[in-house]
Every structure is written in C-alpha cells, then in structure tokens.
C-alpha cells in the first residue's frame, strides 16, 4: 500500500498520474472527493470492482455507485432520456463550474458554489449492458454521480473510464474525513488499497444524496448533504 502526498489548491499532476498507473493495472486507489474519500477502480472492469468489494469487506450483494465526468459518460451508462436528462441538469454541476481546487478542509471557507441546486446528489438510473453486473449485484440500474472536485474531474479525463466512488471505509464501519484514519485502518486490513492519494483532511462532510429515477416518480433513498426540501422543490415534485 503506498501513499502520496498531494495538495488540491496546488499542482497535482503527480498524484493524477500516480493514479492512472494504478488503476490501469486493475488496482484500488483511494482518492479524495467533494464528500468523503473514496475507494476507486475501474468501474467497467470485474477484476477491479471485485477488488474494491475485497478492500472494503463489503458484500456482493450490495452495490457500488460510480463517478462519471460529464452528462455524455452517463448516457453511454444508463438509459437517459428527456425527463432524467431535466433532471439531472438540475441536481449535477455543470462541467464549467466544477470546483478548483476547494476540496480540502483548510480551503473550505473558499469553496464555490456549483449551482443554486441542492448539492452532492447520486442518481440511480437503468443500466445498459455495458455495465457490469457484478457492480450493480445484479441489479438492473446503476448509481452514479458528477463529483464536483477539478481532481476527480482531471483525473476521470485522463483514465478515461468511469471509476467506482463508495466511501473509503470497511463495510458498516463510520466513513472519516481524517486520512491518518483510514491510513491506519488499512493499514491493519488483509486487503489494502494499492494506492492512497493523502490530501489531508477533508472538510466536515457526509455522503451524497441519493435520488432513484428509475420509476415515474423520482424518490430520495438517502438523505445525505443535500436539503430534502429544496431537492423536491427543485424536482417539482
């Protein structure tokens, strides 16, 4: 397991590129995102994500969201069409207002608004086949999310792959914003990440919303930063 120290207000070309040798390799990584830390491999490969299921002790039966970059990525994923498209327009930021560089906790006071909308929100949508089953347990839609940090973004846009975004923790333990935590925690794990990108602690946070549109009417199945009220007003719902 190695570590590398990175700063997100800074130059990170070298952690960016530490992280695609990784990942083209079929490795794990840990990498910091808008919410939490996550656990990352290639989402569209089986040995990867059987490796991030083994890193996290996590059971198949349970799946894993992905990060993907921009609207066009999620329609090669899922079926989206005018309706989901609306929606998602609303609840994901824009390529054009991804933060720069505001990830890290001593940057928080600084950090850009993306949209008027309701914040860091995982969207559930039916899957094409490209989509592995053993990311989604067999389920026929998948969770994906646009993360709102120029690292995830710059480093989405050079593997070239969407990759998998659950929180970097052991299954049914607290997730930590603190990287001497999770360092330590996986230290002391059977299964350890390949690769942990430590940019310090990141700001005080909680995971994403998650919003099902894979029936008529969309439904929050969590309640994560995002406010509940002003998602369903924003979803006229």
Do not use: C
């Amino acid at each position: 397991m190695k570590v590398i120290k990175t700063d997100l207000s800074g130059d990170f070309d070298e952690a960016i590129q530490e992280a695609i040798a990784v990942l083209k390799m079929g490795g794990t990584i840990v990498y910091p995102t808008d919410t939490l830390y996550a656990l990352g491999a290639n989402g569209l490969e089986i040995g990867p994500v059987e490796r991030i299921f083994k890193v996290k002790q996590r059971p198949t039966s349970r799946p894993l969201p992905i990060a993907v970059k921009n609207m066009d990525w999620a329609k090669e994923l899922a079926f989206i069409y005018g309706k989901e498209k609306k929606v998602l327009e609303k609840v994901w930021p824009a390529p054009h207002l991804i933060s720069a560089g505001a990830e890290s906790a001593k940057d928080a006071k600084h950090m850009t608004k993306s949209s008027e909308g309701p914040g860091q929100v995982t969207v559930v949508l039916p899957k094409r086949t490209i989509v592995p089953d053993i990311l989604t347990s067999g389920r026929p839609s998948v969770a994906m999310r646009i993360i709102n940090s120029s690292f995830v973004d710059r480093l989405l846009g050079k593997f070239g792959y969407p990759i998998t975004s659950t929180s970097a923790n052991i299954s049914n333990e607290l997730p930590s914003n603190k990287i001497l935590d999770i360092i330590e925690r996986f230290e002391k794990s059977d299964f350890k990440p390949d690769l942990i990108i430590d940019a310090g602690d990141l700001k005080e946070s909680g995971p994403s919303t998650i919003l099902d549109l894979t029936s008529g009417k969309p439904k929050i199945l969590r309640v994560g930063l995002s406010n509940p009220k002003k998602l369903l007003e924003l979803l006229k719902l």
